[in-house]
Structures are given as structure tokens and as C-alpha cells.
């Protein structure tokens, strides 16, 4: 089975461009995590989803940032516009289920720079 | 709030030498515990997990890790490490209940040189 797919693995863009991130689950899993990783900060929890309804978008940093997943096998991350202080690797993962035995799966990231 | 503490930034090694490095919870429930690694340049892969039974859990690559319940910890343990063992590695924490994601420390980067 493919794993979580992320797309695009980089992109480099301008200041003020809308930056948009797309992510495909593994097959069959309910839930959806968006991650953000900086040198900073590490590995922070942006938003997550279960059966595509969002659940905890506390750690989505600004309004210039928003996720959706408008069907079980599709999420996108947006950013507009956006900044420097943005250029990070997002991780998009999924897993089953949460909580009980079992595990989340990350895709490759998508490493982001904004000039 | 939960949260995860890797007390290391950055451990440096020669080949051959013992690794542990630290990782401690806050949360006084039952809880899953994981460390991931991530290699330079690459996503983040699952290095072992405990869901439950033997504390002592054995992963992939030679790496084991121990939960001691009553220290709220799992540090990762290696005996002899490798220079191909470089890369950043995550304790993470999921609370053993449905609806919460998975609250990652900040890592550690691990340099072992040949």
C-alpha cells in the first residue's frame, strides 16, 4: 500500500504568494494530521482532522493559514499570503484511529521557503 | 497541557559507543509512547512503539527503548551506535484515548562520527 503522499516535496516562492500543500491519506485511515517543523520549534501540530471534519485547529498559527479535506482521501494546506517566517517542512500523517495502539504515518514533507 | 521533554539537543558520539537519550512525559494517564527518526533530508520514520506489556520494547536497527511508568519516561537506548545512526530523533506521546493526536518533544540530534 502507498504510504501518505505529499505534493510538492519543495517549492521555493515570493512573499505575499499563496503557497498551497496537498496531501493523500493512506487508504482507509480516518485521520489526518497536518505538522510544521522548524529549527525553532520543532514538530508542531497544526491542525488535525477525523473523518474529514476538523477537529483541533488550535495550533494553526495565524489566519493566514487554513486546512481542508473535502473528501477521505485529499487535504490541502494553505497559506495567504505568505511570509519568510513560514519556510518550514510540513508534515502531513495518518493514522486508523487515535489513542489505542495505534501508530501515525508521515508522508516525506513538503519543505517550504519562502523568499 | 501535555507535553514531551527530550533533554538532549545534540549528543555527539564515535562509532561504537552507547547511546541513551532521555524523554519524559507529562500526563498521568495511560498513554502510547514512540520515537521516530529522521534521517537528514528525509521524512520521519518510525523507529519503535509501546502500546502496552513488556516495558522494555525493541525497535528496528538495534535501538530498544524502556518505559518506566513511575518516572513518567522512555528513553531510547542503542549499545553500540553506527555513523549511518546520525539523524534527529522524536520522542512522542499519544494519551490512550480516542479524539487526541500525537505531541512530539523537540528532539534530539544525534552525530556520531566514524
Known amino acids: 500500500d502507498a504510504g501518505v503522499i505529499q505534493s510538492p516535496r519543495h517549492e521555493v516562492t515570493e512573499m505575499g504568494q499563496e503557497v498551497t500543500l496537498r496531501c493523500k491519506p493512506i487508504s482507509g485511515h480516518d485521520y489526518l494530521f497536518w505538522y510544521r517543523q522548524t529549527m525553532m520549534r520543532g514538530l508542531e501540530l497544526l491542525i488535525y482532522?477525523?473523518?474529514?471534519?476538523?477537529?483541533?485547529d488550535s495550533g494553526m498559527p495565524e489566519d493566514r493559514f487554513s486546512a481542508k479535506m473535502p473528501n477521505a482521501s485529499f487535504s490541502t494546506l494553505k497559506i495567504q499570503p505568505s511570509e519568510p517566517r513560514d519556510s518550514a517542512v510540513y508534515f502531513c500523517?495518518?493514522?486508523?484511529?487515535?489513542?489505542?495502539?495505534?501508530?501515525?504515518?508521515f508522508g516525506e514533507g513538503s519543505w517550504l521557503t519562502v523568499v | 497541557a501535555q507535553s514531551v521533554s527530550q533533554h538532549n539537543h545534540h549528543v555527539i558520539l564515535s562509532e561504537a559507543a552507547s547511546l541513551e537519550l532521555g524523554c519524559n512525559y507529562s500526563?498521568?494517564?495511560?498513554?502510547?509512547l514512540f520515537w521516530y527518526v529522521q534521517y537528514p533530508g528525509q521524512h520521519l520514520q518510525l523507529l519503535l512503539k509501546?502500546?502496552?506489556?513488556?516495558?522494555l520494547v525493541k525497535g528496528i536497527k538495534g535501538f530498544e527503548a524502556e518505559f518506566i511508568k513511575s518516572k513518567f519516561s522512555f528513553n531510547l537506548r542503542k549499545p553500540s551506535v553506527q555513523w549511518s545512526d546520525t539523524a534527529e530523533y522524536f520522542c512522542a506521546v499519544i494519551p490512550n484515548q480516542a479524539g487526541t493526536a500525537l505531541i512530539f518533544g523537540k528532539g534530539t540530534t544525534l552525530s556520531v562520527s566514524s
Open positions: 482532522f477525523n473523518n474529514n471534519v476538523p477537529i483541533d
Open positions: 500526563y498521568g494517564g495511560t498513554v502510547n
Open positions: 500523517a495518518s493514522s486508523l484511529q487515535t489513542g489505542v495502539g495505534n501508530t501515525i504515518y
Open positions: 509501546y502500546f502496552s506489556g513488556d516495558p
